[in-house]
């Protein structure tokens, strides 16, 4: 509907209506320092070395405010997120690469410094590979600390990432 393509306007593109892109990240994890967009994400994930963890989700989508009651909930998750990972909360978006199986929401895909959507690091259902349901919290914490380690090794080694993975585009900032 048009309310959450005013909200993915406003968190893709539109800075200045701070008020209107919070309250599209409401609830996921209110002490959390989201970045707003993409570009803002991946330098940040480069300067601090740290993977970013990507949520989707629609307004008004039943299992996505399910998912953001048990991620909100989980003291540990949000620790982790809070000290390790750069979190980015987007709508929908129309970019493939971080679609690599359909879209669905909600889905959480990793990201690491290098721009590769790891394809290594998936939910527990083999329809939706990165679908979590609010009984997963302990999939998904578990997939967290794979995040961290798989980082963690790439850095040390220096070396190429996998090519089972995704590759995302330098620039994925979403147009209206």
Not at 89 to 117: A, C, M
Request: aromatic share 8%; charged share 25%; proline share 5%.
């Amino acid at each position: 509907g048009g309310e959450w393509s005013v909200c993915f306007l406003l968190a893709s593109v539109v800075s200045w209506f701070e008020p209107q892109l919070l309250l599209c990240l409401a609830g996921w994890g209110d002490q959390l320092n989201w970045v707003q967009t993409y570009e803002e994400a991946l330098s940040l994930s480069r300067s601090t070395n740290k993977p970013l963890m990507v949520l989707f989700h629609l307004e008004d989508c039943s299992q996505c405010d399910a998912l953001k009651q048990a991620l909100a909930h989980d003291d540990e998750i949000q620790r982790i997120l809070d000290e390790d990972f750069v979190v980015l909360n987007v709508i929908e978006t129309e970019d493939q690469n971080l679609s690599p199986d359909g879209k669905y929401v909600p889905r959480i895909v990793f990201v690491d410094p290098s721009t590769t959507v790891r394809d290594d690091i998936v939910g527990p259902y083999s329809n939706r590979l990165y679908t979590y349901e609010p009984t997963d919290m302990k999939h998904l914490l578990e997939n967290m600390k794979k995040a961290k380690k798989l980082l963690k090794v790439s850095a040390v080694s220096r070396r190429t990432t996998p090519t089972s993975t995704h590759s995302l585009p330098e620039s994925t900032a979403a147009e209206v």
